[in-house]
């Protein structure tokens, strides 16, 4: 199984500064079509998981332009400019090249 | 606009079974994908399943393989997830999901426990 390690943040970040996530993939997730298999996600407190960035770099629709990811094949970095207090909750990033498709541990983002 | 519902959920024993439903709207249910994916109290995402548009193929993580079906009837715009022996650490909320992973339902709880 491709094993999703994500970084700590170093909490609380104080309302609008930057913060960065880092998630490392134990298997390069660069597939032969040039495309990296690796979502972000955020989960607000008591709601569902919402898609952030897709094909490690693609915002997904309606997602503000204060989130942008990058990264190799196996080295991912999810960056949040000027963080609000909307961007509280825990972020995720998920592989999806293969089966069993799996999620980091989880990053959780608090708001000084 | 698309909704995913949930629904089937509860207090079950051990060893015990229970289906699961998502209803889907909004969209051509027949053309996506669906996953379940849950997620235990307090703790991270874990995916488990995925049937294609057509039922021809599904997946399933080690965790549940032998234990769980999924399956879909697109005639009703509505995939399952079949739980048999269920275990303590099968308690969480159980999320269904587009394959493009925009859209997930609200979560139903599922809790395992004597």
């Known amino acids: 199984d491709i094993v999703m390690t994500q970084g700590a943040l170093p909490n609380p970040v104080p309302s609008g500064e930057s913060a960065s996530i880092t998630c490392q993939s134990s298997k390069s997730l660069l597939y032969s079509d040039g495309k990296t298999y690796l979502n972000w996600y955020l989960q607000r407190p008591g709601q569902s998981p919402q898609l952030l960035i897709y094909w490690m770099s693609t915002r997904a629709s309606g997602v503000s332009d204060r989130f942008s990811g990058s990264g190799s094949g196996t080295d991912f970095t999810l960056k949040i400019s000027r963080v609000e207090a909307e961007d509280v909750g825990v972020y995720y990033c998920?592989?999806?090249?293969?089966?069993?498709?799996?999620f980091g541990s989880g990053t959780k983002l608090e708001i000084k | 606009e698309v909704q995913l519902v949930e629904s089937g959920g509860g207090l079950v024993k051990p060893g015990s079974s229970l289906k699961l439903s998502c209803v889907a709207s909004g969209f051509t249910f027949s053309s996506y994908g669906m996953h379940w994916i849950r997620q235990a109290p307090k703790k991270g995402l874990e995916w488990i399943a995925l049937i294609y548009y057509d039922s021809s193929n599904k997946y399933y993580a080690d965790s549940v393989k032998g234990r769980f079906t999924i399956s879909r009837d697109n005639s009703k715009n509505t995939l399952y997830l079949e739980m048999n022996s269920l275990r303590s650490e099968d308690t969480a909320m159980y999320y269904c999901a587009l394959t493009d992973y925009y859209y997930w339902g609200q979560g139903v709880m599922v809790t395992v426990s004597s």
């Open positions: 998920q592989q999806f090249l293969e089966f069993p498709l799996t």
